[in-house]
């Protein structure tokens, strides 16, 4: 049988496995090493919710804490990549990412572009995101969207354990920068990983689920939430297809169309807020070149177009849930196969 | 190749290891139809489909209902001739591995006997997973350095020598799930993952045939077999003759399914096109070529084999096994003149309707072998037939140890 580990411990040993494949990985951030030089060092935290645990003392001298200054530690992410390391930088929260956005759009984004190739940036940034832990509005955001926006990055968004270190493998091997989005509540979440190295290519969609009704394209924590309402639909004789879309830059187009080709249904689930997200970018891809496939119009769920907020009860709202997904499902096949009595 | 697939095969008519509850005995000329076990990882399936009215009678061996399982998609077979009595599951309910499906019985048998079965096998029934019942893990062996993976079924068996599986070019030891728990019933079994495939170390050295079958002997040390039965299929049945050849004393018996190395012939497409694919819809047409039923190669299947290839060190041990034995659509190694030094009692298996080795390859062995031919089978017979294969090869070594078949 296959071993079973976390979303977390996946994330752990793929920076394990390659900081000992390739001696020029190193892995820097906000407390990544946790305590380093201090007296705590033995037990050092590994990154603040434990990621990184074991690195520092396995991998001595590439595990480095910098301090809370993010612009400039994604700076010397850029530069060291730029001069022969493969850098992992950790930045905590993705909503922090805003302080070093010219070092990440202008610099690390743009190099290999400018320099008409004779530069490459195969550097990393690790970041958590969602919402769903009750750390309110500025440790919450999912804004994946913002870094597909931008050419020359890629972006890679898993949901499960086994994707989670394939597509990390794959982003500290690839030449490019990659911006790798962990789901904070994915992070206990238990799955099949193989304990040797594999990588799992950027730019192809997982089918999740196969069904014939209707499609559904999520990705990250959205993935499990369309596997509950699938279920829930299931029983009363819908069946679901679900697309994991993995990566949003590069984006698997053929298997989207694909999909909606075979259901003529498409429900796009995304956490993040609706305007000019992934949702909306997918839902115009289908409306502009599966048109005469769709036999319904293509259904967004999306949280609302507001900050995630801190209340408990108005964050569990603000997410999308297997309720809702259930419901946009049976709205886009009119009633017309599964509604309930 | 890993456990993804579509297949036939019976359904546990009684035997072990799926319950794990109390078991109410069947009343005589009564059998019951129970949910199989394919593969490690299966709890429960779903019944899709049946494929007999009750009432009606059926031969031992007919396809009596459809089953989906995360991995696997499969028509069940009947263990047994007699007239399908009751549907205990309707089409569309999830049942445990070795809950009841159906039952079958003798007309004779009154249907207040049938019900009273039915009733007292449901009161007492307890799924495998509620009854805590282990799963045979896989094991390794260090073998010359190199980490071997197997699986070792019925390790209580009284002693005698054990049956060894070997998969073929690309597969692991998944790919023998319909046919390990069933040899399982009578002796031990090991299914081994070849160097450079499954989840054994993936340095092939020169990745030929003498160095596979050195490894294979260095397993055989490992586990303290002084002999087995080897079961090879494509590449691992060549790998079981060539072990036979050189070293008889270590090979009760030999049984070849689609074996290579009996001729110079083998279709490229399939050896090239597998060590070349990258995505899924290039492996999914590769795959259909080791079936007579394209359709049995399902998304599961062909995502299984994608897992496989992208382990770090794959590619590179594809591409030398290919190299050293499969260049260019010809086998470098033919033991066909050798065949007279043969001396261990062998079975050959193949598919009738076989599209990467020709079927005529096993006239090489005739008057050495008893040969069968499935008309209906493909490359992969013990998957696609597993019900025959599972007789034939049973059958075969009862004979040898005199047992009754």
Redesign the interface.
């Known amino acids: 049988?296959a071993r079973v580990i976390t979303f977390q411990k996946a994330v752990n040993e793929a920076l394990d496995q390659e900081m000992a494949r390739d001696p020029s990985v190193v892995v820097f951030g906000e407390d990544v090493a946790g305590g380093q030089g201090a007296g705590g060092e033995l037990d050092a935290w590994g990154g603040v919710l434990g990621v990184t645990k074991g690195l520092y003392h396995k991998h001595p001298g590439r595990v480095l804490d910098t301090p809370i200054s993010e612009s400039a530690f994604i700076g010397a992410a850029v530069g060291a990549a730029c001069s022969g390391l493969r850098p992992v930088a950790e930045l905590m929260f993705v909503d922090f990412m805003g302080v070093c956005f010219d070092q990440i759009f202008n610099q690390g984004a743009k190099l290999r572009y400018m320099f008409g190739g004779k530069a490459r940036v195969p550097m990393v940034i690790r970041t958590m995101w969602g919402a769903g832990i009750r750390a309110a509005s500025q440790h919450s955001q999912s804004l994946y969207s913002i870094f597909t926006h931008v050419p020359g990055l890629k972006v890679a968004v898993p949901s499960t354990p086994?994707d989670a270190k394939?597509l990390l493998i794959s982003a500290i091997r690839d030449d490019d920068p990659v911006i790798f989005f962990e789901n904070k509540v994915l992070y206990t979440v238990e799955g099949e990983v193989?304990?040797?190295?594999?990588?799992?290519?950027f730019g192809?969609a997982?089918?999740a689920r196969?069904g014939d009704d209707v499609s559904i394209v999520a990705i990250g924590r959205m993935v499990g939430m369309a596997q509950q309402a699938a279920e829930e639909l299931a029983a009363d004789g819908v069946e679901c297809e679900i697309l994991d879309l993995r990566t949003t830059s590069p984006l698997d187009e053929d298997s989207l169309y694909e999909t909606v080709e075979k259901t003529g249904r498409l429900v796009v689930v995304d956490e993040d807020n609706p305007r000019c997200g992934m949702a909306a970018d997918v839902a115009a891809l289908v409306a502009q070149n599966c048109f005469d496939d769709l036999q319904a119009p293509v259904r967004m769920v999306t949280a609302p177009h507001t900050p995630p907020p801190f209340t408990g009860s108005l964050e569990d709202l603000y997410v999308p849930s297997a309720a809702k997904i259930a419901d946009a499902v049976r709205r886009t096949t009119g009633g017309k196969v599964g509604a309930r009595a | 190749m890993s456990e993804g697939v579509r297949g036939a095969q019976a359904a546990a008519g009684g035997g072990p290891p799926v319950d794990g509850g109390a078991e109410v005995e069947a009343p005589a000329g009564v059998t019951r139809l129970s949910m199989p076990k394919w593969g490690l990882s299966m709890t429960e399936g779903k019944v899709t489909d049946w494929l007999v009215a009750e009432g009606e009678e059926v031969d031992e061996g007919a396809e009596l209902f459809e089953v989906e399982t995360e991995k696997i998609d499969g028509a069940v077979e009947s263990p047994a001739a007699g007239v399908l009595r009751r549907r205990v599951a309707e089409v569309g309910a999830v049942v445990p591995v070795g809950g009841l499906v159906g039952v079958l019985a003798d007309p004779s048998v009154p249907d207040a006997d049938v019900d009273a079965f039915v009733a007292a096998f449901q009161a007492s029934f307890v799924p495998e997973e509620a009854a805590g019942e282990a799963e045979a893990p896989t094991r390794t062996v260090e073998v010359g350095g190199r980490r071997l993976r197997h699986l070792e079924l019925a390790p209580d068996q009284p002693a005698g020598d054990p049956v060894v599986l070997l998969h073929g070019f690309g597969g692991d030891l998944n790919n023998w799930l319909f046919t390990s728990g069933k040899l399982a019933e009578r002796r031990r079994v090991h299914a081994l993952d070849l160097p450079g495939h499954g989840e054994s170390a993936k340095d092939v050295g020169a990745g030929d045939l003498d160095g596979f079958a050195e490894a294979v002997g260095g397993f055989l040390d490992a586990v303290g077999a002084g002999r087995a039965h080897l079961v090879g299929h494509s590449m691992g049945g060549a790998v079981a003759l060539a072990l036979a050849l050189a070293h008889p004393e270590r090979v009760a018996s030999l049984t070849l399914i689609a074996p290579a190395g009996l001729g110079e012939e083998i279709n490229a497409d399939y050896i090239d096109g597998f060590v070349a694919a990258e995505r899924r819809r290039e492996l999914k047409g590769v795959l259909e070529l080791l079936f007579a039923d394209p359709g049995l190669v399902n998304r599961k299947l062909v995502d299984d084999v994608l897992r496989y290839k992208r382990l770090d060190g794959v590619q590179e041990a594809l591409a030398t096994v290919a190299g050293a034995m499969y260049p260019s659509g010809r086998q470098t190694t033919v033991l066909a003149g050798e065949l007279a030094r043969l001396s261990v009692p062998t079975l050959v298996i193949w598919g009738g309707q076989d599209r990467v080795l020709p079927a005529a390859h096993a006239d090489a062995l005739a008057g050495r072998a008893r040969v069968e031919v499935l008309a209906g089978a493909g490359h992969s017979p013990h998957m696609e037939a597993a019900n025959d294969v599972n007789r034939l090869v049973g059958g075969f070594l009862d004979e040898l140890e005199g047992e009754p078949g």
Do not use: K, L
Not at chain 1, 194 to 201: G, N, Q, R, V
């Open positions: 049988m086994y394939g193989p304990e040797e190295s594999y990588t799992i290519p192809e997982n089918v196969e």
